[in-house]
């Protein structure tokens, strides 16, 4: 069957049927045409893979189960372990914000000094409050993908620009201008649509690419 159907029957994107691929956690025949032939098998080893994520089993844990280097059972475990513990920072996340809102706090009477220092207190107790890192990665991300953006856009610019000028000091044909100047109008549009569209991947949270699946 085709990957279109897949999705259909498991209920996850093509995107993420490849992710998995490029990860190990299934491995797809191809056809004489080289186009991907999936079966029940592969439909079922999908399945299990949603199932884990679903409860946020980590990709490298179901690598490990499907290799048979953890059991079922042991990555449960784990995840019940775990899932304690975000509960328990949630609840000491919850209860600091209770606080402060019991406060009928304004920016300018906040202590941040102070609750700079009780957190870094509930920190040292054990509790996990939001890694700053992986907030400022977003901002990161986004900045790269413009700098990429405005070093081709440049390029093209610098094109269209040579082009304009060549046809008014050397009496460049019209339809050699036309064809001239089309191609970095594409270039450019093309480059303002993937822009748009890795923005959008970025916000949707990339700091852990593994996440996203």
């Known amino acids: 069957m085709k990957i279109k ?3 259909e029957l498991v209920g996850i994107t093509q995107k993420n049927i490849r992710f998995y691929e490029d990860q190990g956690l299934i491995r797809v025949e191809r056809a004489e ?8 098998n592969d439909v079922k080893r999908l399945r299990e893979i949603k199932l884990l994520r679903l409860i946020a089993v980590p990709i490298e844990d179901i690598k490990l189960l499907f290799s048979n280097k953890k059991s079922l059972d042991d990555i449960l475990k784990a995840q019940v372990s ?3 513990n975000q509960r328990d920072n949630m609840e000491k996340m919850r209860n600091f914000c209770e606080v402060l809102a019991d406060k009928d706090l304004t920016l300018e ?4 000094e102070e609750c700079l220092n009780n957190i870094e207190q509930l920190e040292r ?3 996990q409050f939001m890694e700053i890192k992986s907030i400022d990665v977003h901002l990161q991300k986004k900045l790269g993908a413009l700098l990429g953006f405005s070093v081709m856009a440049t390029f093209a610019l610098i094109w269209l620009s040579a082009m304009i000028y ?3 000091t050397e009496e460049m044909p019209l339809i050699v201008l036309f064809i001239a100047i089309a191609v970095p109008v594409i270039i450019l549009t093309g480059l303002i649509i993937a822009l748009i569209q890795r923005n959008k991947e970025i916000e949707g949270g990339e700091e852990d690419e593994a996440s996203k699946y």
Not at 109 to 112: F, I, P, R
Request: glycine residues 8%.
């Open 82 to 84: 775990y899932l304690e």
């Open 125 to 127: 107790e054990g509790a």
């Open 33 to 40: 045409n080289g186009y991907r032939e999936y079966n029940l």
């Open 109 to 112: 009477s906040l202590d941040v």
């Open 166 to 168: 060549a046809y008014v």
């Open 5 to 7: 159907q897949v999705e």
